[in-house]
């Protein structure tokens, strides 16, 4: 999983896994989520997203590593 923030246009992708997109539906305003040909969830983008969700701090937890805080 990447989590690629793009200040010039304040979004967020976060990339679920390296499979094409394929269809990409609008979940909410600004949230787009990306389909492989399966079906499958493959990303989510979001728009104007530092009015949305904290970007100055990340939270890891519970998954197969310690659990970990950075923040910016």
Do not use: H, W
Request: glycine content about 4%.
């Amino acid at each position: 999983m990447r989590l690629n923030y793009y200040p010039d246009t304040d979004s967020l992708y976060i990339d679920l896994s390296e499979k094409t997109s394929a269809d990409s539906v609008e979940i909410s305003e600004g949230v787009v989520v990306d389909y492989d040909s399966d079906g499958n969830i493959v990303g989510i983008d979001i728009d104007n997203a530092s009015k949305k969700i904290a970007l100055k701090q990340l939270l890891i937890n519970k998954l197969p590593f310690q659990q970990e805080i950075l923040t910016a």
